[in-house]
């Protein structure tokens, strides 16, 4: 997919695109197909999807292990591979 590609919507509504799809899951012909999404859209989920973070934070609900081990492995990721952009 490059950086041109539209985003895409997966089955869990998380929008998809070069910077949020794992490399194997781009070049995976088996995975299920997503659907592709208009900017707007993605501007509409993104707000959507922050006003829920928000409410879970302010319920002190948030944070949870799983959320801090998938973090920890993104940036351990990410110093493995000298991503410098997120």
């Known amino acids: 997919m ?12 998380d929008v998809l695109n070069a910077d949020t799809l794992p490399a194997a899951e781009q070049e995976d012909p088996g995975a299920p197909e997503a659907e592709t999404i208009t900017p707007a859209e993605e501007a509409m989920l993104r707000a959507e999807k922050l ?24 940036m351990r990721n990410a110093i493995e591979n000298g991503d410098q952009s997120r």
């Open 2 to 13: 490059s950086p041109s590609s539209p985003n895409r919507l997966n089955s869990a509504g």
């Open 51 to 74: 006003r829920t973070i928000r409410e879970a934070i302010d319920r002190g609900s948030y944070d949870s292990d799983e959320l801090l081990d998938e973090a920890m492995r993104r």
